[in-house]
């Protein structure tokens, strides 16, 4: 395992975002890692300023009471190496990415969660390298054809403001508990780290249906997975809509469907309790 210390960002106390530094197929990759056990990779989404800790903060403690949890940033995404030029989208690259980082971590097999944008990194990895992958959780998950809804075109054409970042926070939770002044002052300040906005607005420039596209595992493909598979969705999601999980259902010869009721796209934050009990049970049963 190729794990480094001499990047500063991993150096810097009290920044539970930053984990440490394993070069993966010559990239350092921030990687947050917990618990012990049969090893789990969690796949981000891709929002604006995501990283890892963001996305799974409420996760990974519940999970790593259970199983060793590895959560990094991905290529273009929190401090993950940036790449000169930055990169341009393209789910294999990604699948690369993922793939190495394993192979960096002497992880012959691991389960994968993926989220949104991270479902559809899982899947693809899932299809084309069956042998890496146990079993596998996509949550508002993309990797099949739809047409791209407003929320997912506002998400991926953020540009830097608290208006517009407060803007997101009503397309992404169904709570409006969960929304709030504090909350989208700290989504945005973490938008604006140094690099995080330039390397965002390369990833998903317009027309942005074609990333859509880009990011579609074909169906006979999706077909040939054989893994046990747990979709999960928020009934009243405006990002990815509940038409994905529906199809991925159909697909997935081993698959089965959990959707939340009064539930937006962020599952893991909305019904953290029930989404980690449901996610831990499925993985170690």
């Avoid at 299809?127 to 996509?138: E, F, G, I, M, S």
């Avoid at 047409?147 to 608290?162: E, H, K």
């Avoid at 604006?192 to 249906?209: D, K, N, T, V």
Wanted: aromatic share 8%; charged share 20%.
């Amino acid at each position: 395992m190729s794990v480094t210390a001499d990047n500063p960002s991993t150096l810097a106390h009290g920044r539970p975002e930053i984990g440490v530094d394993v070069l993966a197929g010559g990239v350092r990759t921030n990687v947050l890692m917990a618990g012990e056990g049969d090893p789990v990779v969690l796949v981000h989404g891709s929002g604006p300023g995501v990283t890892a800790y963001a996305n799974w903060r409420l996760t990974i403690p519940a999970l790593a009471e259970r199983m060793r949890v590895i959560a990094p940033d991905m290529l273009g995404f929190g401090f993950t190496e940036r790449l000169d030029p930055p990169m341009v989208c393209d789910t294999d690259r990604w699948v690369r990415h993922l793939v190495d980082l394993l192979d960096a971590l002497d992880l012959p097999t691991v389960s994968l969660v993926g989220n949104s944008f991270g479902g559809g990194i899982a899947l693809r990895l899932a299809a084309r390298h069956p042998d890496r992958v146990k079993r596998l959780v996509l949550m508002g998950s993309v990797g099949v054809p739809f047409d791209i809804t407003r929320g997912l075109d506002a998400v991926w054409g953020y540009q830097p403001s608290f208006s517009y970042m407060r803007s997101l926070l009503d397309i992404f939770a169904y709570s409006r508990e969960l929304v709030s002044d504090e909350l989208a002052e700290v989504r945005y300040r973490a938008s604006i780290e140094p690099g995080f906005q330039e390397a965002f607005s390369a990833l998903f420039p317009p027309p942005r249906q074609r990333w859509v596209d880009e990011m579609a595992t074909p169906a006979d493909e999706i077909r040939r997975i054989t893994h046990e598979t747990l979709v999960v969705h928020g009934r009243d999601d405006q990002v990815i809509p509940l038409q994905n999980s529906l199809q991925l259902l159909q697909l997935l010869p081993h698959a089965q469907l959990h959707v939340f009721g009064r539930c937006g796209h962020w599952t893991q934050i909305e019904w953290a309790q029930q989404f980690n009990r449901l996610v831990g049970d499925f993985l170690t049963a």
